[in-house]
């Protein structure tokens, strides 16, 4: 820059002056040509310009993100709760009692033994055990009233041993009277504890039908005194006789 000022002929010095100029006068004009130089380098620095800035046109590319799910934050467990701490409690100091020595006597004398010390809680628990090694009695059932005893067979008496309270009165059959049909029945009655005539079986017919019907129906109607055997009534056989005879 410098060299073209110094050979630009517009700025060219007048340096063909006078050889006159006094000293001062040439250095003055030696710092002037120095201050117009560097005025010219100055303006020759700003008088360039500076290059365009290059812009970029080129299309912007925007793509859309979808936003991410939020996500499930898993709730804090609660803290569990710290242990109470205890203080240690320092066990209770036992003081033992030294024995006194023993006497000479009582190396020479055999030891006896002490007794055993008998627990108080030997029986207590000793009382579940005899409680559970005892049966328990199983709940005896009622003895359920024994039957009476069956009635005993009707005894078969003497003729002689029978009372009748109310005799049999027996009719003969006017059929049997006009025919001349005479005979005599064999009963056998069985009388019960009140006396009466229950049954009456035939133990020898008269040969005649009505006349065995007639003596069989006078005996129902006949009432017994009641056999006792040691004061108790008893059901009886009591044998019978009725006779039909044509000449009464």
């Known amino acids: 820059m410098s060299s073209r ?47 365009p800035a290059v812009v970029d046109t080129s299309p912007l590319m925007v793509s859309m993100i979808a936003p991410e799910a939020p996500q499930r934050v898993a709730p804090t467990p609660a803290p569990a709760p710290e242990p109470v701490k205890t203080r240690p409690v320092a066990a209770p100091s036992v003081t033992v009692a030294r ?81 001349g049909e005479s005979g005599r029945v064999s009963l056998k009655v069985l009388v019960d504890e009140k006396g009466r005539a229950v049954d009456v079986q035939i133990t020898q017919s008269s040969g005649y039908t009505r006349l065995d019907q007639s003596a069989v129906s006078a005996m129902r109607q006949a009432r017994f005194q009641p056999y006792l055997e040691n004061g108790v009534p008893r059901s009886v056989w009591a044998p019978a006789t009725i006779t039909y005879d044509l000449q009464d």
């Open 99 to 179: 024995s006194p020595a023993p006497s000479p006597a009582a190396w020479l004398a055999p030891p006896v033994p002490a007794p055993a010390p008998v627990s108080q809680d030997a029986p207590r628990e000793a009382a579940p055990v005899a409680q559970a090694a005892a049966p328990v009695a199983a709940p005896v059932a009622p003895v359920a009233d024994a039957p009476p005893p069956p009635p005993q067979p009707p005894k078969q008496i003497q003729a002689s041993a029978v009372r009748y309270l109310v005799a049999p009165q027996h009719v003969y059959p006017e059929t049997s009277r006009r025919l």
């Open 5 to 51: 000022l110094l050979h630009n002929p517009s700025l060219r010095l007048p340096l063909d002056a006078p050889s006159d100029l006094r000293p001062v006068h040439r250095g003055v004009l030696a710092a002037s040509v120095l201050v117009l130089h560097g005025l010219g380098a100055w303006a020759w620095s700003h008088w360039q310009v500076e290059p």
